[in-house]
């Protein structure tokens, strides 16, 4: 699609038509027809799709409801207490009862006069539903991590490409101050050549569902298509305590506090070094796991000791005091801290800029005060993210990398730019995952 504007209004044009409309030119239908009155016209708005009604869903799409160049005109969950809940919240906001609802998801893929989508579905089924949406040529706003495992990261980015999308990953702190200007201070060289990262992310396990003692086995609640929210993976009997927004905890379906998080912190470690296209190759990860039959079975706390290029080494930890929360960069001349409201620095005059002055930052990091916003308006203009999906896939790998070398037990070596791992036959297998039959990933 080489111009946003041009195809967004064919695709209206044809929904219009299929309404017995296409005489009504797209520049004189009132905004009411799609919304409140204080609205821009339809010809100037994007329309959206949302996937997913569970933890980030929902805030997502409030941000995106916010936005009046925008228009939320479908919902999808397999969980048919959330979809009604995504329905009358869209409704509601609009006033009208416009929203479609779909069981599945391809049907609203399927939808032409839909632009973009937003995705919020458990990381199991992060490629199939992202490659259906490339395919139908859909615009992307994803979460972390890309996927549950490489293999799938890297069918999600050829997808992308291969169609021409524009995709933003919800590695949000990349539009927040602190983060931007500890990255473009590293960037800058203020702080030394950088010789170690520290990266830290929570360990154990959180109950967000509050499912309590609920993890013994039972039939599904009517209300839930388990066989469908199951999709490629491996069948496993129901428990409550392993479905809505405690699926991370189980391999089956998630990957931990290690790649829930690591699509954030390990993001802005890659954003500070410019390793936004790199890697590491070497990788060291030991960890302390439940019993493999366990409720939860992902990692409780993990050390991962990695080497990159320019002699700098990261340690990323879960569950290691030591190592505090957020990044940290540490170079020959001093360091800088960032987490979620943190900013910390050797120089503490640097802790009272509001961002780097410009005679300081001679090399100056791309720069987005809104996540939701700075996608919608790369939509239009059909110029890359903040976080665009090459990005989303450099920043995952060094939490899948640490996984595999943590489940087979030894040290790994990756090939940055072939994507393999080395020597180790039993270790590659573990970038894919099997699919239960009859899902496929294209």
């Keep these: 699609m080489k111009n946003s504007a041009f195809n967004t209004k064919v695709s209206r044009r044809r929904f219009l038509a299929a309404a017995g409309a296409a005489a009504v030119l797209p520049t004189i239908i009132p905004a009411t027809a799609f919304g409140r009155s204080n609205k821009k016209a339809p010809s100037d708005r994007i329309t959206m799709g949302v996937v997913g009604w569970g933890m980030q869903g929902p805030g997502n799409t409030n941000s995106f409801l916010g936005l009046d160049d925008v228009q939320v005109v479908a919902a999808c969950d397999l969980d048919k207490n959330h979809l009604n809940a995504a329905v009358d919240k869209i409704n509601g906001h609009y006033g009208n009862k416009d929203c479609k609802a779909y069981h599945d998801f391809r049907e609203l893929m ?16 992060h490629a199939l539903v992202a490659t259906e949406a490339a395919k139908h040529k859909k615009d992307i706003y994803g979460e972390k991590p890309l996927a549950r495992t490489i293999a799938e990261q890297q069918a999600i980015v050829k ?28 960037r800058n060289g203020m702080i030394g050549k950088i010789t170690h990262v520290e990266v830290g992310l929570p360990g154990g396990h959180s109950d967000f569902a509050k499912t309590g003692d609920q993890k013994m086995p039972s039939d599904p609640p009517p209300e839930l298509d388990y066989e469908m929210w199951i999709g490629a993976s491996k069948m496993e009997q129901y428990i409550k305590a392993r479905v809505h927004m405690n699926w991370r905890w189980n391999y089956n379906t998630g990957g931990g ?80 801290r960032v987490d979620r409201g943190v900013f910390e620095a050797s120089n503490e005059d640097w802790r009272d800029f509001k961002q780097l002055p410009d005679d300081m930052a001679k090399v100056k990091l791309y720069k ?12 239009k203009s059909r110029k890359p993210t903040i976080t665009p999906v090459q990005t989303a896939h450099h920043s995952a790998i060094p ?16 090939d940055v730019k072939k994507e393999h791992i080395l020597d180790d036959k039993d270790a590659g297998k573990l970038l894919s995952r099997a699919y239960r039959s009859p899902w496929k990933l294209s």
């Design 257 to 336: 506090q290690l790649l829930d998080w690591i699509g954030h912190h390990g993001d802005i470690a890659h954003w500070g070094l410019d390793f936004d296209n790199n890697g590491p190759s070497e990788i060291e990860g030991t960890g302390e796991f439940p019993a493999p039959d366990s409720v939860w079975n992902t990692a409780t706390k993990y050390k991962i000791e990695l080497k990159y290029p320019n002699d700098v080494t990261m340690t990323i930890a879960g569950g290691y005091p030591e190592i505090k929360g957020g990044t940290k960069w540490i170079g020959t001349d001093g360091w800088v």
């Design 110 to 125: 399927a939808r032409e006069d839909i632009d973009a989508v937003m995705l919020a579905v458990p990381d199991h089924w």
């Design 399 to 414: 939490g899948h990398l640490g996984l595999i070398s943590m489940m087979v037990g030894r040290k790994i070596k990756w």
């Design 159 to 186: 997808a992308v490409e291969k169609n021409n999308r524009i995709w933003q990953t919800g590695s949000w702190q990349r539009s927040t101050p602190n983060f931007h200007k500890g990255a473009e201070i590293v």
């Design 368 to 379: 987005s005060d809104n996540h939701f916003r700075n996608f919608i308006d790369c939509v």
